[in-house]
């Protein structure tokens, strides 16, 4: 966390002096500046005074313009000269709640600090929106430049795509060409993720499209399917059980999670209670039905080469397939030694 060395309390203070009674508490009521930091409405100011809200709006935009153009706000560049250093530091453009907790962790500062970026010229707050969140810039070419790369950047990612850190990283610098290489580090590129509301990081740090249910978790298939992907191979549905309960602290039971993996077609039984991922290229169906499928796929095979393919599909034992292979009802055995699939009026 950052420190600044003005103090912002005595700081908006100053500025509020320049003001007459009721506008200077309108905007500490409007900003939570005083003993309750709760900011209130135009309206639950409006009915506190017996006015209407839009009288409100005029005494707040009067209240900022008079600051603005008083002596106390010249008096105070060295403060705004701080925030913006710091500001820049933090990557140019920063999400306002990032800012203003990297300054601050208790809320009256923080109160305080937005106070004074809403009265310093300099800084220009750019609303939320569908696309990011409130954020904060003093440099419009570069909030629109770092904007359009997140914008380009999440029109290239599927909904099923998850990236590592370092994968989305890289994908973003390969964006922001024309931002200047000061800003092109680790920590500034990660804030600058955050930005956007289209982009999302999910419990075991992987990034992907925010509404996607690969980061926007929502039950236990959701978990189960983060905790095989994190383990990357076939994993017991009891241990996926037990991971769910640790990575995302929440009560998993064995029966329910087993129930839940059987049920979504994301994942594949590959063994005795082993789960795999059906985007890992595994097969589903039982023994008979892989070897069918890899008979299909390859044409007739040899013993060995069916045992070695169904191997990379399930944890089976030799033995069941072959006893698989000998069920003339299913496979038959060709001149040349080979296994192929039996005549579709033998399978009926």
């Known amino acids: ?13 100053r500025l509020l002096s320049a003001l007459p009674d009721r506008a200077r508490e309108v905007l500490v009521k409007r900003y939570g500046l005083g003993k309750d930091t709760e900011k209130m409405t135009l309206d639950a100011i409006g009915k506190l005074y017996g006015i209407t809200r839009e009288r409100v709006r005029q ?9 603005r153009k008083s002596d106390a ?19 140019g453009i920063v999400v306002e709640d990032d800012f203003l907790g990297h300054v601050a962790k208790d809320k009256s500062l923080q109160n305080n600090i937005h106070f004074i970026l809403v009265i310093g010229d300099i800084f220009k707050k750019r609303k939320e929106d569908d696309e990011f969140k409130h954020r904060w810039h003093v440099n419009e070419e570069l909030a629109k430049q770092v904007e359009d790369s997140l914008r380009k950047l999440y029109s290239g990612l599927s909904d099923d795509d998850l990236l590592p850190e370092s994968e989305i ?16 580090n680790q920590e500034i590129i990660k804030r ?24 926007k978790t929502k039950g236990m298939r959701d978990y189960a399917f983060l905790v095989i992907r994190k383990h990357g191979s076939p994993i017991h549905f009891k241990e996926v059980a037990k991971q769910i309960t640790q990575v995302f602290k929440k009560k998993a039971h064995v029966a329910t999670t087993h129930n839940e993996l059987i049920k979504d077609k994301r994942f594949v039984l590959v063994g005795r209670g082993l789960y795999a991922l059906r985007e890992w290229g595994y097969m589903s169906g039982v023994v008979k039905d892989v070897i069918k499928n890899i008979i299909e796929k390859n044409g007739p095979l040899t013993k060995e080469d069916i045992i070695d393919k169904v191997l990379k599909e399930r944890y089976v034992k030799e033995n069941t397939i072959m006893v698989n292979l000998q069920n003339q009802r299913f496979f038959k055995k060709t001149k040349d030694g080979k296994y192929d699939v039996a005549e579709s009026k033998a399978t009926a």
């Open 1 to 13: 966390m950052a420190t600044v060395q003005f103090k912002p309390k005595q700081t908006t203070k």
């Open 59 to 67: 005494i707040e935009n009067y209240a900022l313009a008079n600051i």
């Open 73 to 91: 706000y010249k008096s105070e560049k060295t403060a705004f000269s701080e925030l913006e250093d710091l500001l820049h530091s933090l990557g």
């Open 169 to 184: 990283v890289g994908k973003f610098l390969s964006h922001l060409e024309l931002v200047s290489e000061k800003y092109k």
């Open 192 to 215: 600058w993720l955050s930005l956007s509301k289209s982009l999302g990081k999910n419990a075991i740090g992987e990034w992907g499209v925010a509404h996607s249910p690969n980061v």
